[in-house]
Structures are given as C-alpha cells and as structure tokens.
C-alpha cells in the first residue's frame, strides 16, 4: 500500500490522477503543510467501515506509521457514564 500527499491545489489540477493514486492506497490532501482530507477508494473505505475495529487496529495498520495521531484535551467537564 502506497501513501500519496499532495496539496490541495495539486488535487484541483489533476483529480482524475488523485483517483488513481487511490487506488494504490490513501491520498492525504494538505492545506497549508496540513493533511485536511483524505481520498480512498471504494473498496478500502468498505474495508475500513464494516464491521467493530478498534482504533489501535486500525492505527497498526502498514503504512500508518507516519500519521502523527494528536489527542486534543478537552475543556468540557467530564460526565459520569451511563451504565443502563
């Protein structure tokens, strides 16, 4: 599986290409150095959607390693989980 960024410029200018570059495997579209989006095909969006994955599952996946995986804090307080 290949990784593909580009800008979002470049996706504008050559979507038709994009598309096949996803076949291969994720495009991260960047703006401003940014990843912002990301296209897949069909049958990998599939993949990714069906069934109960788990995160770190889907994070050890090859080609993940260089997603660079940010947890925000929240500022909300927290809430008591409802066990009914």
């Known amino acids: 599986m290949s990784i593909t960024t580009i800008s979002s410029s470049e996706f504008q200018q050559n979507a038709s ?13 960047a ?15 599939q993949r990714l959607t069906i069934g109960d994955q788990k995160m770190s599952d889907l994070l050890s996946m090859p080609g993940t390693e260089d997603i660079e995986f940010v947890i925000v804090p929240s500022r909300e307080p927290a809430q008591g989980a409802d066990f009914s």
Not at 17 to 29: D, Q, R, S, W
Not at 31 to 45: A, D, F, N, Q, R
């Open 17 to 29: 290409e994009t598309m096949k570059a996803a076949n291969l495997g994720p495009v991260f579209i």
């Open 31 to 45: 703006e401003k150095g940014w990843p912002t989006h990301v296209l897949l095909s069909i049958e990998e969006y």
